[in-house]
């Protein structure tokens, strides 16, 4: 995502990674010859669902907001940090440092390790905004999963009538068809999946809503990857996903 956005705002010069060994931490860095951001936007940058706009010699290039946000919060869950270095017109150096210690041992061989005993599920991603599908897929297939990614309801209806899926996460509000009729849709496919709906939304309303239209689970953005295991293993053992509606 650092790399991408470097890519992104940047019209003309360079997008420069490197990686450096301070000892305790590793960082990453990527500098670019963008824009740059004023003191505002340093500010706002890394908030949910807000994205540096506004400033004169700026462009929009779309996009949820999530994407920063959920990189400092995964970089956070390992330990580490994301700073931002900028001024407008010059720019921006983003810096990731994370704790990783050094490996004394020769790494195992990889090909005698025992595969996981977890299982491996075929799941459907329903979601229409790319970075928070990247992140979610990513999440899964580490966990082990086979994941198919659909943009938008049709897509979705089409993969389930081309392939047997084990459980489906649902947005709830994609573009045409949105979550809630998409999921009255699907239940009455042949090989109906359980349904988790996977949303910014946060009124109790919505998740009632969504459980009535036959989703048996309820998770708000941004998820981590325990919150996706932990919808998984409760559809897996029947059980519904998230904390239960209200009666």
Not at 8 to 19: Q, R
Not at 87 to 111: C, K, M, N, Q, T
Not at 138 to 158: D, K, N, T
């Amino acid at each position: 995502n650092l790399v991408g956005n470097a890519v992104k705002f940047t019209e003309a010069g360079s997008v420069v990674l490197s990686l450096e060994d301070d000892a305790r931490d590793v960082v990453i860095s990527v500098r670019d010859t963008g824009p740059g951001l004023s003191p505002a936007q340093r500010e706002q940058v890394f908030r949910r669902f807000e994205q540096a706009e506004g400033e004169p010699g700026t462009k929009g290039h779309g996009g949820s907001g999530l994407g920063l946000a959920i990189c400092r919060e995964l970089a956070s869950a390992m330990g580490g940090s994301i700073e931002v270095e900028s001024e407008l017109g010059h720019g921006a150096r983003f810096r990731l440092r994370l704790p990783l210690e050094r490996v004394p041992a020769p790494i195992a061989d990889v090909s005698r390790i025992e595969p996981s005993t977890a299982v491996s599920l075929r799941i459907l991603l329903v979601e229409d905004d790319p970075t928070v599908a990247q992140v979610v897929v990513g999440l899964l297939q580490a966990q082990g999963h086979q994941v198919r990614h659909a943009s938008h309801g049709l897509a979705a209806l089409g993969e389930l009538r081309q392939m047997r899926f084990d459980l489906a996460f649902l947005d709830l509000d994609l573009p045409g068809i949105d979550g809630f009729e998409l999921a009255t849709l699907m239940k009455n496919e042949a090989f109906a999946p359980p349904m988790v709906a996977l949303t910014a939304r946060s009124d109790m309303a919505d998740e009632e809503r969504a459980r009535r239209v036959g989703m048996v689970g309820f998770l708000r953005k941004p998820v981590q990857g325990r919150d996706l295991a932990d919808a998984i293993a409760s559809c897996v053992s029947g059980a519904a996903a998230g904390p239960p509606s209200s009666a």
